[in-house]
T-cell receptor, first 115, second 116 residues
Framework: EAQVTQNPRYLITVTGKKLTVTCSQN?????MSWYRQDPGLGLRQIYY???????DKGDVPEGYKVSRKEKRNFPLILESPSPNQTSLYFC??????????????FGQGTRLTVV | AQSVAQPEDQVNVAEGNPLTVKCTYS??????LFWYVQYPNRGLQFLLK??????LVKGSYGFEAEFNKSQTSFHLKKPSALVSDSALYFC??????????????FGTGTKLQVIP
């Protein structure tokens, strides 16, 4: 089954403790991205990747890092999480980054709480 | 800069009645427009998109959307609402003529509540 898989689905952590949220897709998509969803703000892009070893900042990259060493994986790293990073996070992929008419496939989300 | 507005945080409709979820957009060129649906505890799912051509676009689960260039709108519609349509709906836009890579901009979402 074609899917985008995020882990964990739920995470509670303490301020300053490094964490990684994994994202993997099995559709051989070139493009992957991370969003955070907050009430009243909709989805905001954190980082995106056009292909292996090609990443760039989205709208709200501060406090986050990403890597794209393999085509299928795109982990989101919070080096020193803070309470304002409490949010619902989504990973998404799509087949051709420059095909602007292509819809995205989303993971099920990771609900992160930083206390 | 591109933007999307969903003016209603929540829309309530009785089961069996027609529903409309509103979306307006702003781009410098021509738009690619998308609707996504998010059911509770799930990721976003693609519903439909407007690329070019016919202004009325049909999508999944009986939904359709009408592109209106003069009003810069892309409202989501369904002739007869089901309780199972209750979810969060997101409109999204991309500028066709941006040149190079252009990210998608999402609206803030509209919660649709279908009342039995």
């Amino acid at each position: 089954e074609a899917q985008v898989t995020q882990n964990p689905r739920y995470l509670i952590t303490v301020t300053g403790k490094k964490l990684t949220v994994t994202c993997s897709q099995n559709m051989n998509h070139e493009y992957m991205s991370w969003y955070r969803q907050d009430p009243g703000l909709g989805l905001r892009q954190i980082y995106y990747s056009m292909n292996v070893e090609v990443t760039d900042k989205g709208d709200v990259p501060e406090g986050y890092k990403v890597s794209r060493k393999e085509k299928r994986n795109f982990p989101l790293i919070l080096e020193s999480p803070s309470p304002n990073q409490t949010s619902l996070y989504f990973c998404a992929s799509s087949p051709r980054p420059r095909a602007l008419d292509t819809e995205a496939f989303f993971g099920q989300g990771t609900r992160l709480t930083v206390v | 800069a591109q933007s999307v507005a969903q003016p209603e945080d929540q829309v309530n409709v009785a089961e069996g009645n027609p529903l409309t979820v509103k979306c307006t957009y702003s781009v410098s060129g021509n738009p690619y427009l998308f609707w996504y649906v998010q059911y509770p505890n799930r990721g976003l799912q693609f519903l439909l998109k407007y690329i070019t051509g016919d202004n009325l676009v049909k999508g999944s689960y009986g939904f359709e959307a009408e592109f209106n260039k003069s009003q810069t709108s892309f409202h989501l519609k369904k002739p007869s609402a089901l309780v199972s349509d209750s979810a969060l709906y997101f409109c999204a836009v991309r500028d066709q003529n941006s040149g190079g890579y252009q990210k998608v901009t999402f609206g803030t979402g509209t919660k649709l509540q279908v009342i039995p």
